[in-house]
């Protein structure tokens, strides 16, 4: 089942990542306390990364007809902002302890 997410982190002094995107419910779960690297998307050298935490993350709505028609318009997934499936490469353990 699809939702519109929206993204609101706080990289501290650097600023906050923000995005809006549709997604599945359970994918959203199972990217929720998984460690991303955004790279140097608040500047140059800004290197943020970290774990996403469920705080991260609201659901705005899972109102299936309206999600069907705000993806006729808008698009799926990423709508504006940051959406961090696009980040998400998988996660190796040993890499982040």
Do not use: W
Not at 80 to 97: A, L
């Amino acid at each position: 089942m699809k939702a519109i997410f929206n993204l609101n982190c706080d990289c501290g002094r650097m600023g906050n990542l923000e995005g809006l995107f549709t997604a599945n419910i359970s994918d959203v779960e199972n990217i929720i306390g998984k460690h991303i690297y955004f790279g140097e998307v608040l500047g140059k050298h800004s290197d943020i990364n970290g774990v996403l935490e469920k705080s991260d993350i609201e659901m705005l709505s899972d109102d299936q007809k309206f999600i069907e028609k705000f993806e006729t318009i808008m698009g799926s997934g990423t709508i504006s902002g940051i959406n961090p499936f696009d980040y998400y490469e998988g996660e190796n353990e040993e890499e982040y302890e």
